[in-house]
């Protein structure tokens, strides 16, 4: 074939929104999207322009929120028993903070690439990158006010994920507090942000592989003059754009949202813009009956992060409910304490099993089967596409060919057939099943391993030595 990205694929097994093709004949086009998919090869296919995939082979998972120099922190910020402190996720904020003011804008790209890294070979082929480090150490706007966001993007094309860039608006620590010193990275000035998001379309046009969209933080750190006015601007000037914000992932946000603003804070938002299906609240968590109905009345995303929300002790947020109302939701790695589709799809689907005490996962709303590890992926598939906007999601003409092929010899999948393999590896399996993963047609993770993994880590092991030193 004439380019890297486009190909003529046998696959034994290819998922289908519907549900499964066995065998399937895929082509990929040079741009690396997706060209036909037929049950029978096409007359003009030859043999040796064919190439066989043995396995399962499912959409790529997207990872609806992410904030990757927090990769760095995964299993370095537990609070010692000893302490006299009541930790929270406040007190975690703040060791947070401590980290996020020492990388420089290299270090802040080792961090990033190795975030991207383990995201693609865990599965996810596509990330919202939900982006509030924009300044020097000391507080100093860099002579390039994109510097920072420039190193994600970078960090992005190296690994070769898709990434759908978020820059964020955060002007304050709190409804009424102003920004503290040490959120002196994250503050931009409302025109500078609005800039930098104006650069970011233009130079995202035509790059298949880079998006742009808005992140106000959230209600704490943005206010409602700012939300009504900058915001509300972007939002009517881009109207293709995605627009993600934190939203009651505490209750104590809740708590200061009614106290300062006298709503909730989903309700709020639901009261004061024209919410549609282009925003995705993250967390979601302490969203009530009425809040969830508004979501999902408009078509919001719950943007759900299982193990930074379960490792924070936020909470639980009530999924089964939310999609019996036939609200939407994704799935994001947010803190970067675990990066794997299997795992936070299982803590999700566990997490609802406490609580209910019972086996009930999901309604089953989908076709593509019954079984909940299907439904469980295809929800996330539906949720994450939404949220980020990309052309993906599934494996069918039109989309990006970001797809995963799972190894039917992996310990967790032995002998499962395409109903049941998704329950394998989300309720068995781990990233250890993930054989190989292709993004716009190129295959970034062949046999396990990314090409440039030990370039990447070696940067990220130097990174870390310093920064923790
Ligand atoms: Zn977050």
């Known amino acids: 074939m004439v380019s890297g990205r486009s190909g ?17 004949y895929l082509s990929v086009d040079e741009r690396g999207f997706i060209d036909t998919v037929s049950g029978t ?9 064919i190439e066989r995939i043995n396995g399962f082979v499912i959409p ?10 927090q990769r760095g922190l995964a299993g370095r910020v537990e609070p010692p028993t000893n302490t006299t402190i009541e930790e929270s996720f406040w007190t975690w904020r703040t060791r947070m903070y401590d980290f996020a003011n020492r990388p420089s804008p290299e270090e802040f790209e080792a ?10 070979s865990a599965g996810f082929t596509s990330v919202g990158e939900f982006h509030y480090l924009h300044n020097a150490p000391d507080g100093r706007q860099y002579d390039d006010v994109a510097e920072m966001s420039t190193r994600v993007i970078s960090a992005a094309e190296m690994v070769g994920i898709g990434l759908t860039m978020l820059p964020t608006l955060y002007t304050r620590a709190g409804i009424g507090r102003p920004l503290a010193p ?3 990275r994250f503050i931009l000035a409302p025109d500078t942000w609005a800039q930098l998001v104006a650069d970011l379309v ?11 969209g808005i992140a106000p933080h959230s209600l704490r750190a943005v206010d409602a003059a700012e939300l009504s006015g900058i915001v509300s601007e972007l939002v009517s000037l881009y109207p293709d754009l995605p ?62 992060c299982p193990t930074t929300e379960a490792e924070l002790g936020d909470g639980i947020f009530p999924l089964g409910d939310y999609s019996g109302i036939r609200g939407v939701w994704g799935i994001g790695t947010d803190s970067n304490n675990r990066i794997s589709v299997a795992e936070q799809l299982r803590l999700l689907a566990f997490s609802q099993r406490l609580t209910n005490r019972s086996l009930f996962t999901l309604p089953n709303r989908g076709t593509g089967g019954v079984q909940p590890g299907r439904q469980l992926y295809d929800q996330a598939l539906e949720g994450g596409t939404r949220a980020l906007r990309q052309p993906v999601g599934a494996i069918v ?35 250890s099943a993930i054989r190989d993963v292709y993004v716009g047609g190129l295959r970034v993770v062949k046999d396990g391993h990314h090409l440039a993994e030990d370039v990447i880590f070696a940067r990220y092991r130097a990174t870390i030595a310093r920064l923790t030193s």
């Open 8 to 24: 003529r694929y046998r696959v034994e097994h290819l998922h289908q929104p519907d549900g499964w093709l066995s065998p399937a």
């Open 41 to 49: 090869q096409p007359a003009d296919w030859a043999e040796s322009d």
């Open 60 to 69: 790529g998972m997207l990872n609806v929120h992410s904030h990757v120099h």
């Open 111 to 120: 961090l990033a690439a190795q975030a991207f890294l383990d995201m693609v």
């Open 182 to 184: 040490e959120q002196r």
């Open 202 to 212: 233009a130079a995202s046009a035509g790059n298949d592989l880079l998006y742009p």
């Open 243 to 304: 627009v993600h914000l934190h939203v009651a992932e505490q209750i104590r946000e809740v708590e200061e949202c009614l106290a300062g603003l006298g709503k909730r804070p989903g309700e709020w938002l639901l009261n004061h813009f024209d919410i549609d299906n282009r925003w995705t609240f993250i967390h979601s968590t302490h969203c009530d009956a009425d809040e969830r109905k508004g979501m999902s009345a408009a078509g919001v995303v719950a943007g759900l």
């Open 397 to 431: 003409p039109g989309r990006r060919a970001d797809f995963v092929v799972l190894d039917p010899n992996d310990a967790a999948l032995i002998s499962h057939g395409p109903d049941t393999v998704l329950d394998g590896l989300i309720f068995n399996g781990t990233s």
